[in-house]
């Protein structure tokens, strides 16, 4: 249970991927295709949930880096230019087809989201997915109204775990780190808030690179959104 004086927070800034939406689904597809069009090993190599599970949440950069790598590292490692160049090609094409077939809003978002904006709190959608893929999912969803600004993972220098575009969310929103609440599913969004000087509340329900969420350091962890409570 998650407990939070009102009068503490101005705003909220949500992560997208295993917080709101469970697109594992559509990172499956996407990875499956991209390596269709890939030479073996990669080629025939099947793509299994709970592997990307583990990987996702860094940005895709760092998720085809690290299929590439599980599959095969001497061969990724030395053709690594010409091949990830050909993968994130290919990823980019695919993941535009799949995006949102294969996904669907967790429980309780919805109802969070609404009992957040009844409060007035400025809201923003701040994700490591790149901005065009997670604005098209906000939308496809139905969830694209809560949010006045989607920071994705190409709209700053640097991703979470880093700051960066969680200090630029607030810049955006004329609000201080220390009443925005960062509400996220693993450590990069824990730490990325840490590092920022937000309060951070976590799900119990996402991709947390596979391991236990309540091991992260975070002020709260609640299993929907729904259990949000002011104190
Ligand atoms: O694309 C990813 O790596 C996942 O992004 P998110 O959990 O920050 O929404
Ligand atoms: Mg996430």
């Given at each position: 249970?998650?407990?939070?004086?009102?009068?503490?927070?101005?705003?909220?800034?949500v992560?997208l991927?295993?917080?709101?939406?469970?697109?594992?689904?559509?990172?499956?597809?996407?990875l499956?295709?991209?390596?269709?069009?890939?030479?073996?090993?990669?080629?025939?190599f099947?793509?299994h949930?709970d592997?990307?599970?583990k990987m996702v949440?860094?940005?895709?950069?760092?998720?085809?880096?690290?299929?590439?790598?599980?599959?095969?590292?001497?061969?990724?490692?030395?053709?690594?230019?010409?091949?990830?160049?050909?993968?994130?090609?290919?990823?980019?094409?695919?993941?535009?087809?799949v995006?949102?077939?294969?996904?669907?809003?967790?429980?309780?978002?919805?109802r969070?989201?609404?009992a957040?904006?009844?409060?007035?709190?400025?809201?923003?959608?701040?994700?490591?997915?790149?901005?065009?893929?997670?604005k098209?999912?906000?939308?496809d969803?139905g969830?694209?109204?809560?949010?006045?600004?989607v920071?994705g993972?190409?709209?700053?220098?640097?991703?979470k775990?880093?700051?960066?575009?969680?200090?630029?969310a607030?810049?955006?929103?004329?609000?201080?780190?220390?009443?925005?609440?960062?509400?996220?599913?693993?450590?990069?969004?824990?730490?990325?808030?840490?590092?920022?000087?937000?309060p951070?509340?976590?799900?119990?329900?996402?991709?947390?690179?596979?391991?236990?969420?309540?091991?992260?350091?975070?002020?709260?962890?609640v299993?929907s959104?729904?259990?949000?409570?002011?104190?």
């Open positions: 249970m998650s407990c939070w004086p009102r009068t503490a927070l101005d705003a909220v800034i992560d991927d295993g917080t709101m939406v469970d697109t594992l689904g559509d990172f499956v597809q996407a499956q295709r991209m390596l269709a069009d890939l030479p073996e090993p990669f080629h025939t099947t793509v949930q592997l990307v599970e949440g860094k940005g895709s950069e760092h998720l085809i880096k690290s299929l590439l790598a599980h599959i095969d590292s001497a061969q990724a490692a030395m053709e690594s230019v010409a091949l990830y160049e050909s993968a994130w090609a290919a990823y980019q094409r695919h993941y535009v087809e995006n949102g077939l294969y996904s669907k809003v967790y429980p309780g978002v919805v969070g989201l609404d957040w904006k009844q409060q007035g709190l400025k809201m923003v959608c701040v994700t490591n997915k790149p901005t065009a893929f997670a098209t999912l906000l939308a969803k969830l694209a109204g809560y949010f006045s600004l920071v993972g190409d709209a700053v220098e640097r991703k775990p880093d700051p960066m575009p969680l200090l630029f607030c810049e955006q929103m004329d609000v201080v780190p220390a009443r925005t609440l960062m509400v996220g599913d693993s450590s990069n969004d824990a730490q990325a808030a840490r590092a920022a000087g937000c951070v509340l976590l799900v119990s329900y996402g991709y947390n690179h596979g391991q236990p969420v309540h091991a992260v350091d975070a002020d709260a962890v299993d959104l729904a259990d949000f409570r002011w104190a």
